[in-house]
Nanobody, 119 residues
Framework: QVQLVESGGGLVQPGGSLRLSCAAS????????MGWYRQAPGNQRELVAG???????NYEDSVKGRFTISRDNAKNTVYLQMNSLKPEDTAVYYC?????????????WGQGTQVTVSS
């Protein structure tokens, strides 16, 4: 069983920055494609950024140029650097497999980390 633990969220003013981390542990030989997702109240969970094991990335249009996804394969950890944050980025952020570029099923979802952008 794989466990995903997200951290790094918080309250930040518009224009501010946060760096999220996602640590994977458990029955992992190696992490494949991973992604960061977010879910705002009343909305469906959406993929905002993905990264393959080799480092190729993809982003949802609203975060391009502001968010950067990265990973440390040796540590089974994925990061999301978020800059120029906007109130509409407010959501619970989760990491999991990016099924658009690899894998067929999600790992069990972690608890997520809350990001609130507000003045």
């Amino acid at each position: 069983q794989v466990q995903l633990v997200e951290s790094g969220g918080g309250l930040v003013q518009p224009g501010g920055s946060l760096r999220l981390s996602c640590a994977a542990s458990g029955n992992i030989f190696s992490l494949g494609s991973m992604g960061w997702y977010r879910q705002a109240p009343g909305n469906q969970r959406e993929l905002v950024a993905g990264i393959t094991r080799g480092g190729s990335t993809n982003y949802e249009d609203s975060v391009k140029g502001r968010f950067t996804i990265s990973r440390d394969n040796a540590k089974n950890t994925v990061y999301l650097q978020m800059n120029s944050l906007k109130p509409e980025d407010t959501a619970v952020y989760y990491c999991n497999r990016d099924l658009t570029t690899g894998g067929s099923t999600y790992y069990p979802w972690g608890q997520g980390t809350q990001v609130t952008v507000s003045s």
